[in-house]
């Protein structure tokens, strides 16, 4: 099963406790498709610009995605700067950059019209709606997005939300989007809007599942119930950036590769999410996702279930 992803592919420089990186290789399709890859097959559009060359490419290539959407024009590719100095949980935007972003217009090529998946990434909801409407015959379409664009352009993702299976966002932006501080009010006016689930990313804490009583495809009957994955806890979070579209990547990826979306897999789907979020922090930028065996993973999984088991 192939998921076809849009979202920005960019260079990042950071700053956080453990050090600094510049103009590293990054943005939310690079690391949603670094770590679905491990999963299953993944498809991506964006764009970029003269400074993405082959090598940078051949990172995404070397892990079997599939980069013919990624169109290549004149200028700079996507850039921000971001800091961790004061809470590694949040980042801080020093400066976004959108550079060829600000006039891309995504075309799907016609090698990718039989995905089945569609992931959304973090990028201008016009430019996720416009991927969105060009594939209305997926089975699952899942989304993401941050404060800056749950501020400035509400109305244009109100839009996106309406087309969504799944919407993966973390506590502070689900509150400001549904502009209730609490959480579980928060869900549900979130999944009035659209969603049939909202996967809430709480950072060093792991994530909860909300459900609408909408059914997924094959599922028997609905889950209201919230559920809880555990994150694991590391000694040393060396760069959390990404690790949100990492756990996305690991959440959907698990997801493709399953017959059917129940609520097990679903579940199943969510651990796998925290264990890509957690090798995503351990180096900087996409360091630690290009190198990874699926043996890797799965005794991260175990470990995950170990977590959080109750006899
Ligand atoms: P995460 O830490 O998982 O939320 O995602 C971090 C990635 O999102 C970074 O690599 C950035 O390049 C990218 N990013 C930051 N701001 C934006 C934005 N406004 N739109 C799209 N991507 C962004």
Redesign the pocket.
Known sequence: MAILVV??V?F?SIETPSGTAERCL???A??FSLAASYFTDVRVIAVVGEDFTANEEEVLKRRGVDTRGIEHVAGKS?F?R?SYMQNLNE?Q?KE?QLNVFETFSPTIPAEYADSEFLFLA???PVLQEKVRQQMPRVRMVCGDT?N??INDHRANLEKVLHGLDCLLI?DGEAKLLAQDANLVRAAKKILASGPKALVVKHGEYGATAFFSDRLFPGEAKSVSLPFRAPALPLSEVVD???????FAGGFFGYLASQKEITPSTFKQAMFYGGVMGSFAVERFCTERLQSLTREEIDQRFALFRELSHLD
């Open positions: 979202g920005s960019a990042d990054a943005g939310a690079t690391y996507f921000w971001g980042a935007t976004t973090n990028i201008d941050m800056y664009w973390n959390p950036t990404g690790a949100g579209d990492c």
